[in-house]
């Protein structure tokens, strides 16, 4: 083992990141979007 090997990053952990912050970006929006959808309605009734 040499020391390049010891700090070298794993470019795919930055992508597996980076795709769980997107998702719970998305599932926040949704339920920030249904959480409206769901007033309205109740407004309506």
């Not at 990053?9 to 339920?31: C, R, S």
């Amino acid at each position: 083992m040499t020391i390049d090997s010891v700090f070298q990053a794993d470019p795919y952990k930055g992508l597996l990141k980076n795709d769980n912050q997107l998702a719970m970006l998305f599932t926040l929006a949704n339920l920030f979007r249904v959480d409206q959808m769901i007033r309205q309605w109740e407004r309506s009734q």
